[in-house]
């Protein structure tokens, strides 16, 4: 059986958290671009991932160079 819960940050869904099985944390599985740093990483609880996903909004993504 697994848990899963979806995780909303400033009116946008940031992404899901799932549980599968016997396993004791949560793994964020990022919705939008801004969440990418935390997909793939363990949380305690689905509080938890939504506290990181809050902490996400105004921090600078990652640039990728353009071509003049």
């Given at each position: ?28 599985h990022a919705s939008l ?36």
């Amino acid at each position: 059986m697994s848990d899963a819960f979806v995780i909303e940050v400033a009116d946008e869904t940031a992404g899901i958290v799932v549980r599968l099985g016997n396993e004791k944390s949560f793994r964020f599985h990022a919705s939008l671009p801004r969440y990418f740093p935390l997909d793939g990483k363990a949380f305690a609880t689905p509080r938890d991932a939504e506290r990181a996903a809050l902490a996400q909004i105004g921090r600078p993504g990652r640039q990728k160079a353009r071509a003049a």
